[in-house]
């Protein structure tokens, strides 16, 4: 890590040498990691649980507010169009993401926006202790994940943010069937129909009331 911190330094140092680090953003992520025990995975990544699913994002450069924090539901897949626009180009129609350089600049999310997003993981061989493969739709408030041997997980991300308690068992056929085909029609769409299907409105009966 030091060394880590040692390049960004030093890249933030010519930008600043060269009199374009005004005018320059920097974006700094991270793959994921290895789970070391967390919901009995070791050593592995390609889960869709939090710990695996979710990465830093830290960005800085024209427009954007110094130590201000979002709260959106973004993508990797929102990296290419988010470059380009900065860079004054058209993304090509084919992207699937969505540019976030409006809301790093303070723009209110629009209306429009990504009600989940897709993770998916696929499992080569039959190695025992690895996981089968997997799709899933991870929601500011659900995580919902379905895999190759039929089995489904759907947590509450409200009052489970560690998703230790699956309540796919207990929960309505009907709502697991539509976030199934939710799930399926995610995976096999592309560019404007996938920013379709990931906006549309959350199951209303998605958390029955108690």
Known sequence: ???????????????ERAGVLETTYILFTSDNGYALGDHRIMREKGSAYSESSLLP?????PGIAPGSTLDVLASQADLAPTFAEWAGASA?????????AAILAGNP??????????IEHAESG?????????AAL?????????YNTDEQELYDLRVDPFQVENLAATTDTALLAA??????RMQTCQAATCRAI?????????????
Do not use: C
């Open 1 to 15: 890590l030091l060394a880590v911190d040692d390049l960004v330094a030093t890249v933030v140092a010519e930008l």
């Open 57 to 61: 994002m830290v960005v800085r450069g």
């Open 92 to 100: 090509p129609d084919f992207v699937d993401g969505r540019s976030l």
């Open 109 to 118: 999310v629009p209306a429009d926006w990504r009600q989940v997003a897709l």
């Open 126 to 134: 039959n190695v025992s202790g690895h996981k089968p493969t997997l």
């Open 138 to 146: 991870r929601a500011m408030e659900f995580l919902y994940t379905i």
């Open 179 to 184: 976030l199934a085909d939710r799930t399926q």
């Open 198 to 210: 990931e906006s549309e409105p959350l199951p209303p009966n998605l958390w029955p009331a108690s």
